[in-house]
């Protein structure tokens, strides 16, 4: 038994806190939301040179087939800088949905690509508010109509992997049939879109059944991502109030803020902690995940939402700033905190498989 | 991370677990039944002698001590393969193996190791903590029972002053005792740490009646008490040192208590909502089930990941106040919970009602476990301060010689 993170993985963490500490300051962000931008191509392009695209992706496809623990060091990191990049929906969705449902066609086709950046992938499963994967688009002989929304990154990304229901399909975005409208994005660094559908051209994968073991591994991922992020928020408030004197004394030294700042901490180790637990099941126990993975989401939405929320308050009006740089995560947090699923999502299929209990499978179910 | 075992831990565990399961049985507790406090020892006793007998006893300390000499992980799996079973764990081994061992083995000489370590280990001493006074709390540092050296040239001690919240000193052997033994200085250099015959003369110990109907702490009463010289722990003046090794212990030691959730789930789906469906149904029920128990699934791995740093030489400081500060909160919420799923009926048990009455014992206990041990301000202080480096509260009596406060 070990219970922390190798050498190896200290160092690729070390590795991509460098290189996106780097290339992330906050006057970038800002000038990316001012110009509308979409997204961080240059990033984008220096993620993939250093090889933290393909992490996990297999090596027979391009990738360097590491862990999902070695891929939660990467998002850890990409959610502390805030990173305007679609690392979560080419290869935490796009990219794993292939390799856990896609042929062996499909994977040659698609994961070599994802793999390098080249290709951008995105995951479309909303359908508006409701639940988080929607049912109603379904791919009927190899074609597809409807319309799926919010979907991130729909704007830069070649394919949607399209789920509805427990059914998985890639469509190939730039065909005719396919129409894509930039939305109003609630998280100003990463771009929402709706995409309607017409009689467009869908690919089925044949691995019926994997959306729930998709997103129990993404939200390992976004667990990470959000201890990340939380951790940023933690670190921007403490040293905001170590230096902003109040009533003659720093911010720092005062009870109210000190205990603020120490439930934020305890909260982050608690999330970090399941995070790695989850990391750790994706690729050593499977029959634990479904728990590991709800445990790690529902942990993570706690602690960044509390962080989030306690570092703009210690800034006091100046957080409300859009010069300050609270509301990069304070928006972040939101999109993360439902993007693949809330709170109560999670609730129910941590309680479905609770293995203490006579509930496990029996009353609720699976959710999706 | 490797939350598998390695070989020789595999190894480890398969034996822990081979012994239990022929040692183990005989000595598990009912559930849900709650045993007079003198037979409640007596188990604790009976079972720690088992334990020491079949060499899985203080199992990373070192054997020439009367431990196993293992590592922290072997404990770690100990623990875990011993919590299959509803052991008698409690006050009366906890307190001797997870407070007065550890600073008697750090502070201590080698005469004092000998004499206390390897009993305690056997079962045959029992411990309380004689820390709090009445105005020496969450400020530790106050108190005011005093430690002077006898005029007759023994070199032995001779207390004077009153101890709070002792718990279990009217039932244990010993009690590790913290004195002022010099007023002319700050408050946290002229303290001394000794350990005390809880029969010697002038020790008078008097149950106080808590909330809960119990009587678990205890006032106790020095008058003119002689300790020999052969019982102080460490240097004179060197009293706080002491206190820190065993506050360390004690919440390295406060283990997330799985506080039954998944009971509690079984329960909810259980319990009528009057609508046609179950407790289980209503989502903030759900909702704070379920996050509940992704809490206590992250104060598990939080400690095992506290563990590892230990194991490494690494000192984790104030973190290891983290889990206690997280546990009673959740525990507190839970119970608190638990008794409205349950509606009026929680408010009155009948006498074999052993679930409600458990409810009502977890609600009121969890006020204990949020300031016993460092209450919920103070962890959050040593949080603050030592882990996030933000700076200490002002200390009006910082500096000032003790006998000039006030």
New interface residues.
């Given amino acids: ?6 050498d190896e ?1 200290k160092m690729l963490a070390e590795q991509a806190r460098g290189l996106l500490g780097e290339r992330t300051p906050y006057d970038h962000l800002r000038r990316l939301i001012d110009d509308g931008a979409e997204w961080d191509e240059a990033l984008w392009r220096e993620l993939a040179e250093m090889g933290f695209l393909g992490a996990a992706i297999g090596e027979a496809h391009g990738g360097l087939g590491l862990t999902a ?1 070695d891929l939660g060091v990467i998002s850890e990191e990409l959610g502390r800088a805030n990173a305007a990049v679609p690392f979560f929906s080419s290869i935490v969705l796009a990219a794993e949905a292939i390799s856990l449902a896609g042929s062996d066609e499909q994977k040659a086709r698609w994961l070599p690509g994802l793999a390098s950046g080249v290709v951008i992938g995105c995951f479309a499963a909303s359908e508006g508010p409701g639940p988080l994967v929607g049912a109603a688009v379904q791919c009927i002989g190899g074609r597809i109509s409807g319309t799926k929304f919010p979907v991130a990154d729909a704007g830069i990304a070649h394919i949607a992997v399209v789920a509805s229901g427990d059914a998985l399909a890639i469509v190939e975005l730039n065909q005719p049939g396919v129409t894509r409208t930039r939305l109003d994005s609630f998280d100003q660094l990463r771009a929402h879109y709706r995409i309607d559908f017409a009689d467009a051209v869908a690919d089925v994968m044949p691995g019926h059944g994997k959306v729930a073991t998709l997103l129990d591994r993404a939200a390992v991922q976004a667990a990470f991502e959000a201890v990340g992020g939380s951790e940023a928020c ?1 670190a921007m408030g ?1 040293t905001y ?2 230096d902003r004197p109040m009533f003659g ?2 911010l ?2 005062y ?1 109210a ?3 603020k ?3 934020v ?2 909260g982050i ?6 995070a ?2 989850g ?3 994706v690729d ?2 499977a029959d634990d995940l479904p ?2 993975a ?3 989401r ?2 993570a939405i ?1 602690a960044f939402e509390m962080a989030a929320r306690e570092n703009l308050q210690v800034h006091g009006g100046i957080g409300y700033t859009f010069d300050a740089n609270c509301h990069f995560y304070y928006r972040r947090e939101r999109m993360l905190a439902v993007n693949i699923g809330n ?2 999502h ?3 299929r ?2 479905a498989h ?6 496990a499978q029996s ?1 609720q179910g699976e959710t999706v | ?6 070989p020789s ?1 595999a190894a480890f565990r398969a034996e822990a677990r081979a012994w239990l399961a022929a040692h183990a049985p005989a000595h598990v507790l009912p559930e849900g039944v709650r045993l007079p406090d003198t037979e409640q020892a007596e188990r604790e006793r009976v079972w720690q002698r088992t334990v020491y007998d079949g060499g899985y006893a203080g199992i990373v300390l070192p054997t020439a001590l009367g431990g196993r000499g293992g590592s922290i ?1 072997d404990a ?2 100990w623990a875990e393969e011993e919590a299959r079973y509803n052991l008698p764990h409690g006050p009366f081994t906890t307190i001797g193996i997870g407070m007065a061992i550890p600073v008697i083995g750090k502070h201590g000489n080698g005469e004092q190791r000998a004499r206390f370590i390897e009993a305690t280990l056997k079962g045959d001493l029992t411990w309380c903590q004689l820390f709090s006074e009445p105005s020496a709390g969450s400020d530790l540092a106050n108190l005011r029972t005093k430690a002077v050296r006898a005029d007759d040239g023994s070199g032995d001690w001779i207390i004077n002053g009153q101890k709070v919240w002792s718990s279990w000193a009217h039932l244990t052997d010993w009690g590790i005792l913290v004195a002022r033994t010099d007023g002319s200085v700050p408050k946290h250099k002229g303290l001394t740490f000794f350990v005390v015959d809880m029969k010697t003369p002038g020790i008078e110990v008097r149950p106080i009646r808590q909330i809960s109907g119990a009587s678990d702490f205890n006032e106790t009463f020095f008058t003119d008490v002689r300790i020999p010289d052969a019982n102080r722990i460490g240097a004179v003046g060197e009293g706080w040192a002491c206190c820190m090794t065993v506050l360390m212990g004690e919440r390295l030691g406060t283990a997330s208590h799985g506080s039954r ?3 509690l ?2 329960y909810a ?1 259980a319990t009528p909502d009057g609508r046609g469906g179950t407790a ?1 149904d209503q ?1 903030h029920v ?2 704070a ?3 509940a ?3 206590e ?6 400690q ?2 506290l ?3 230990v194991s490494r030489g690494e000192n984790p400081g104030a ?1 290891a106040g ?1 889990v206690k ?2 546990y009673a909160r959740r525990l507190q919420k839970t119970s608190g919970l638990a008794m409205e799923l349950r509606g009026p009926a929680a408010i009155a048990a009948a006498a074999a009602d052993a679930a409600t009455r458990d409810l009502q014992h977890d609600y009121i206990w969890s006020t204990v476990m949020r300031i016993a041990g460092g209450a919920d ?1 103070v ?3 040593q ?3 030592r ?8 200390r009006a009596d910082k500096d000032v010689p003790f006998d000039q406060l006030r």
């Fill in positions: 038994m070990n219970f922390d993170l190798s993985q623990l933690l403490l109030v170590k004394r720093p720092a030294s009870q803020i000190k205990h700042l120490a439930d901490a305890v180790e608690l999330a970090k902690s399941n790695y637990f990391g750790w099941a050593e126990s728990i590991a709800a445990a790690a529902l942990s706690t709170r109560a999670w609730a129910d941590l309680i609770v293995p203490d209990s006579n509930i009353a | 991370m490797d939350f598998n075992d390695s831990e992980i770690v799996i959730i998944g009971e789930m079984d789906q289980l989502g759900r909702l089930l379920a996050e128990y992704a809490e699934r992250a104060e598990r791995w939080f095992a990941r563990r590892t740093m973190m983290m500060l997280a301000e962890l959050r202080n949080i603050a301060e882990v996030l480096g933000m700076p200490g509260d002002i």
